[in-house]
Structure formats: C-alpha cells, structure tokens
C-alpha cells in the first residue's frame, strides 16, 4: 500500500484529535484541520449481484447485450476497460478498499487520471502516483460539517464545506 504509506507519511502526529464523528454515509476528523471519508459498510467489499452474470451462457446473447455489459458495475471488468480509457475517474474511496495501487496499475500511461470525492484526500503526493486532478473537499467549517455527519448527512447535504481540485502541474 505505497500509496496509503506516503500520505501517511506526511501527516503531523503531533496534533491532537479535536472531535471524531462517524455518520451513515461520511466520518469526519477534525485535528488542525477537518478531514471527511467516505463510511464503508462492514460488507462493502461484497458484491451483489455477483461479479459476473449468468456465466456459462454469455455466448447465447446477443452482441448488443454483451455490450451493455460494460455498464455493469463489476469489479472485474475494470481490468479490461480501465487500459483503453483516455480519461479515468478513481473515487477517492479506492484509497479506503484498498483498490486505489491497482486501478492506477491499469491505466494507460497517456489517460488523464482523476481522483475524486470527499474521501480523495487533496495531496499533492498523489501526482507522484499517477494522478493529474484530485477533486477533494476542504472543510472551512468543521463544527457545521461535523453535525452533518452525525446527523446522517450524505455527500450533498454536507454544509461548510468547498469541492477543490487540485492540477498536477505540466512539465
């Protein structure tokens, strides 16, 4: 986990932990700062339906239902489409299920690669991995953000909060 080791690496142990709140959706830290994460349920790594649908009889469909199957949300098939994409979107929840190393393995070295959503940590040391965007959140208001939380807020109900994003610069 390379990735996780060099965020984890910049962080100031030495500021204490102010308040922690864990909601449905997000859980919120507020140290100097005020950082928001995505809340991953217990099964979240599961999948439901199953990775893939009705196997054994793919080759009784039609080449248009075959096609629709690149809409499907299996984790499989990330790994046949993730290579050919000229633009890849990672939420920042890759970081948290521990897919993040494995979904940047698989793209092309020209794609432009974005992490985003609250849980995309706004770190400048994910352009050493890959990335040329990180859409993040900046929390400007912990105590309002915080509430949102334990009231059970999801991504859009969060207040006192600003969407960023960070540019890898050219060379």
């Given amino acids: 986990m390379q990735i996780l ?3 984890i690496s910049t962080l100031n142990f030495n500021a204490s932990i102010k308040d922690i709140r864990q909601g449905v959706f997000h859980t919120g830290v507020l140290t100097r700062y005020c950082g928001l994460a995505a809340t991953l349920p217990q099964d979240a790594l599961r999948q439901e339906p199953p990775m893939v649908k009705e196997p054994g009889f793919l080759l009784h469909r039609s ?4 096609a629709r199957l690149s ?12 290579p050919r994409a000229d633009v890849v979107a990672i939420t920042g929840t ?6 993040m190393e494995h979904l940047l393995g698989l793209c092309s070295p020209n794609a432009y690669v974005i992490a985003l959503g609250d849980t995309a940590p706004l770190s ?3 352009f050493d991995h ?8 900046r929390v400007y208001d912990a105590n309002l953000a915080l509430r949102c939380v334990s009231q059970g807020g999801n991504f859009r109900q969060i207040k ?7 540019m890898k610069q050219k060379e």
């Fill in 94 to 99: 890759a970081l948290t299920n521990h897919t």
């Fill in 124 to 126: 400048t040391i994910l």
């Fill in 160 to 166: 006192g909060v600003k969407r960023l994003t960070l």
């Fill in 5 to 7: 080791d060099d965020l």
């Fill in 130 to 137: 890959g990335l040329d965007a990180i859409s993040g959140t």
């Fill in 63 to 66: 080449p248009i239902e075959l």
């Fill in 71 to 82: 809409y499907s949300p299996s984790i499989l098939e990330a790994d046949n489409l993730i």
